[in-house]
C-alpha cells in the first residue's frame, strides 16, 4: 500500500510567525530582561498537579468505560439516551472531585452510575434535562441498620443535598 506523506515543508511554522532568534519584527525594541523572582514567595503547584492528573486520570477511565458501553449497549440494541449521557458528562466536569463511579447503561439507555464505599452508597441514574433519580444508602447514627433514601432531584442541587445529608464522603472518599 502506498501512502503519500506531505512534504516536510507542511510541517514549517508560517513565515508570518517564524522569526529568527535573536531578531523581532521592525516596530520592537530590545526585548525586556527577565526579572529575578523572589522565590521566598513562590507558590507550591505540586498538589494542585497532582489534584489535576488524578481528574484527568478519572476522566479517561470514564470515557473508555462509557466506549465500552456504547458497543454493548449497541450489541444488545438498545440506544444510548444523548441526553442522560451530556448531564452525566456535565456532573462529571461541574464536580472534578469526584472518584469515578461503577457506570452502567439501563434498559430504557439512561445512564446509571454508583458510587459506592463499604456498604453506603449513592446512585444517580440520568434523564435528561438536568434531573436525576437517586437512591441513597447509607448507615443510621449509631445503628446498625441503614437509612434508604430516594427520590428526583436537579443536578445542581444533587452535590448540596449530599452534603447536608452527610454522605458526601461517598462521591469523594
Not at 434498559?107 to 438536568?130: D, H, P
Not at 441503614?146 to 443536578?155: A, K
Request: hydrophobic letters at 35%; a positive charge.
Amino acid at each position: 500500500m502506498n501512502v503519500d506523506l506531505p512534504s516536510a515543508t507542511a510541517f514549517s511554522p508560517p513565515s508570518a510567525i517564524f522569526e529568527p532568534a535573536g531578531r523581532r519584527g521592525a516596530a520592537s525594541g530590545p526585548r525586556p530582561r527577565p526579572q529575578p523572582q523572589d522565590r521566598s514567595s513562590s507558590v507550591d503547584y505540586s498538589s494542585s498537579l497532582t489534584d489535576l492528573s488524578k481528574a484527568a486520570s478519572i476522566c479517561l477511565e470514564v470515557e473508555a468505560r462509557l466506549r465500552e458501553l456504547r458497543i454493548d449497549s449497541y450489541s444488545e440494541g438498545i440506544q444510548i439516551s444523548e441526553r442522560s449521557l451530556g448531564d452525566f458528562r456535565a456532573f462529571q466536569r461541574e464536580n472534578s472531585s469526584l472518584r469515578r463511579p461503577a457506570i452502567f447503561v439501563t434498559g430504557t439507555g439512561n445512564i446509571r452510575a454508583v458510587w459506592k464505599s463499604g456498604e453506603e452508597q449513592i446512585s444517580l441514574q440520568f434523564f435528561g434535562g438536568r434531573e436525576a433519580q437517586f437512591v441513597i444508602f447509607a448507615a443510621r447514627r449509631n445503628s446498625a441498620s441503614m437509612n434508604r433514601l430516594s427520590g428526583n432531584i436537579g443536578l445542581e442541587s444533587a452535590m448540596s443535598f449530599a452534603r447536608s445529608a452527610g454522605i458526601e464522603h461517598l462521591f469523594t472518599a
